[in-house]
């Protein structure tokens, strides 16, 4: 007969760091690159609804993202701020794309000019935004949630990378109503 | 001259109109099922437990009554249920990983139902409901057994009683 003794609750060694790290990025967010924070406010209690689309969830268990999330909120905003978030989700850019929640894309828009960056410079300066290369393909993803942060994005990419061309795509969820049918 | 039924209406939901809805679906039922018609009868009833739970659901999270409920957000909920461990493979309908759901995320939230056994009814209800109900079940010539009826009936109607309390 099989034995199943008592398991340990899931830890995770890098908790701590990616506590500290995203503490960080709430107190002083960047304007450009992961993690994208994302708020909504519930209107009925005030409540903080918070997406957290970042690679570094990569190897961490689910279970323990959220923990994670609002522990990085009270260390920055205080016991009191934790309380209020009702839904804490953490995601990687590929799962947010899976999910709708980053439907502006930045691609690069490459023309045949006699000076043009190579298509390594192209993937680099977009690793440096913030792309995901999780999924392994011949380009990063670089998705923003906001058409203003594709923008700002877009113009970082620009300034970066000097003679370089974007373009910014929105992606249509082909997703019925939120009935689900 | 009011709306035509479908025009005016916008692609997102919100709490009030899920409960509004099951509120018009449950009535519908109730008279299908005293028609001999307990099939769509059944078919209704599913959509009630399945608004009432979704809309328990945006209420826990702190949803206002008239805020809009988009596909992210039902989305979100299903991701929400895979760190929880509940094996969600299918579409929305599925009113047994609602009930886990809510019933994890209440825990997480320290916010726990207070009567005792709350949540087991709740487990009980709606595994009762989705043994007899899909919402492909439109398409099926399947009628169902006058008890099985008399059961989603039941459960719907536990549903409705408790839908502040889910």
């Known amino acids: 007969m099989p034995r199943h003794p008592p398991t340990e609750p899931t830890d995770y060694a890098e908790r701590e760091t990616l506590v500290a790290a995203l503490a960080k990025e709430i107190q002083t967010p960047s304007h450009i690159g992961q993690p994208i924070i994302v708020e909504k406010l519930a209107t009925g209690t005030q409540s903080i609804i918070t997406d957290v689309i970042w690679d570094q969830w990569e190897g961490?268990?689910?279970?323990?993202?959220?923990?994670?999330?609002?522990?990085?909120?009270?260390?920055?905003?205080?016991?009191?701020?934790?309380?209020?978030?009702?839904?804490?989700?953490?995601?990687?850019?590929?799962?947010?794309?899976?999910?709708?929640?980053?439907?502006?894309?930045?691609?690069?828009?490459?023309?045949?000019?006699?000076?043009q960056p190579s298509e390594e410079e192209y993937r680099r300066a977009m690793v440096d935004a913030g792309a995901?290369?999780?999924?392994?393909?011949?380009?990063?993803?670089?998705?923003?949630?906001?058409?203003?942060?594709?923008?700002?994005?877009?113009?970082?990419?620009q300034q970066i990378l000097a003679d370089s061309n974007w373009i910014i795509v929105q992606e249509v969820d082909p997703g019925d109503a939120a009935s689900g049918q | 001259?009011?709306?035509?039924?479908?025009?005016?209406?916008?692609?997102?939901?919100?709490?009030?109109?899920?409960?509004?809805?099951?509120?018009?679906?449950?009535?519908?039922?109730?008279?299908?099922?005293?028609?001999?018609?307990?099939?769509?009868?059944?078919?209704?009833?599913g959509y009630v437990v399945e608004m009432t739970i979704k809309a328990a659901w945006f209420a826990l999270l702190g949803y206002g009554d008239d805020q809009s409920i988009g596909l992210g957000d039902l989305r979100?909920?299903?991701?929400?249920?895979?760190?929880?461990?509940?094996?969600?493979?299918?579409?929305?309908?599925?009113?047994?990983?609602?009930?886990?759901?809510?019933?994890?995320?209440?825990?997480?939230?320290?916010?726990?139902?207070?009567?005792?056994?709350?949540?087991?009814?709740?487990?009980?209800?709606?595994?009762?409901?989705?043994n007899r109900w899909r919402e492909?079940?439109?398409?099926?010539?399947?009628?169902?057994?006058p008890f099985e009826v008399q059961s989603v009936a039941e459960s719907a109607g536990w549903f409705l009683k408790h839908s502040r309390d889910l």
Request: net charge positive; glycine share 8%.
């Open chain 2, 1 to 45: 001259m009011p709306d035509l039924l479908v025009l005016g209406i916008g692609p997102d939901d919100s709490i009030d109109q899920f409960r509004g809805a099951a509120g018009f679906r449950n009535a519908e039922a109730w008279l299908l099922a005293g028609s001999g018609h307990g099939g769509a009868a059944v078919y209704l009833w």
């Open chain 2, 76 to 130: 979100r909920a299903k991701e929400k249920a895979l760190s929880y461990k509940i094996v969600w493979p299918g579409n929305f309908h599925d009113l047994n990983c609602w009930a886990q759901l809510l019933i994890r995320h209440r825990t997480f939230l320290k916010r726990p139902y207070t009567v005792y056994h709350f949540d087991r009814a709740l487990l009980a209800h709606s595994q009762r409901v989705y």
């Open chain 2, 136 to 145: 492909w079940l439109r398409y099926k010539k399947n009628v169902p057994y």
């Open chain 1, 132 to 157: 995901s290369t999780l999924s392994g393909a011949r380009w990063p993803i670089l998705r923003c949630a906001t058409l203003e942060d594709a923008e700002a994005t877009q113009d970082y990419l």
């Open chain 1, 60 to 115: 961490c268990p689910r279970e323990l993202r959220a923990d994670i999330i609002v522990d990085a909120y009270e260390k920055t905003l205080g016991a009191e701020y934790r309380e209020k978030i009702s839904l804490a989700l953490g995601v990687t850019v590929p799962e947010a794309v899976a999910m709708g929640l980053l439907p502006y894309g930045v691609r690069p828009a490459r023309r045949l000019a006699p000076v």
